[in-house]
């Protein structure tokens, strides 16, 4: 949800080589993922954006972005929190985590006791993930994401599982609920929803509505990435305001 490569495949804009293998370190890919975009936009896609984005907030801000593609909450512990040091300083994290978690899961097609076992394993996770950033980044406000639904509901998803009927959406439904409470709930941390602002721009929706890459509807698009993007600026304004 944070990363470069799917928006800047759906924009045309990647090295061939890129585009050939989808491995964003084999080429260049433009800065235009949702979490480039909340550092800098860039107006040559987005001119309504103009002067909204963090540089031009905070003076002297600098992005460091580890997020990377299919990552899980694991991931975070085992390899991108490493990539970080910890420290005192003003520090803006946001986490956009669990849904790779939960394909994975649907993936092994476990009975229903064991997928919900799994579903509160991965909350827990999500918990002690939430709570580890905190105690390294002491000065921090994390801004934690809920998961969109490309299927708009409906559990399906054109390429993802089609074999297996409709995905248990309510599994996803308790999991950002969880990630809602805990944002509500957490000092120092928002919530950005990004899945209420999704709904009704994944296969519900005329291709030309759609937030998602059409060759993969996991994967934000272009567009996906600035509306991921929205969401975290409204975040920030409504603390601001607060």
Known sequence: ???????????????????????????????????????QNSEEHWPAYTGDDLVSRYRGISLHNVASDGATVGDVFGEQLMQVDETDEPTLV????????????????????LLERIERDIAEAYDFLVDTIRGRFSNSTLMLATVYDPSDGTGLIPGVYDDVGPLPIEILHRFNDHVRALAVGTPRTLLADVHSHFLGHGVSAPESERWYWRRSLIEPSARGASEIRAVWLAALDEAAAD
């Open 94 to 113: 946001t986490l956009t985590i669990g849904g790779n978690d939960l394909l994975s899961a649907y993936g092994n097609r476990p009975r229903r006791e």
């Open 1 to 39: 949800m944070s990363i470069d490569l799917y928006p800047a495949l759906d924009a045309g804009q990647v090295d061939v080589a890129v585009a050939l293998e989808r491995l964003p370190t084999v080429g260049g890919v433009a800065p235009i993922g949702a979490a480039s975009l909340l550092y």
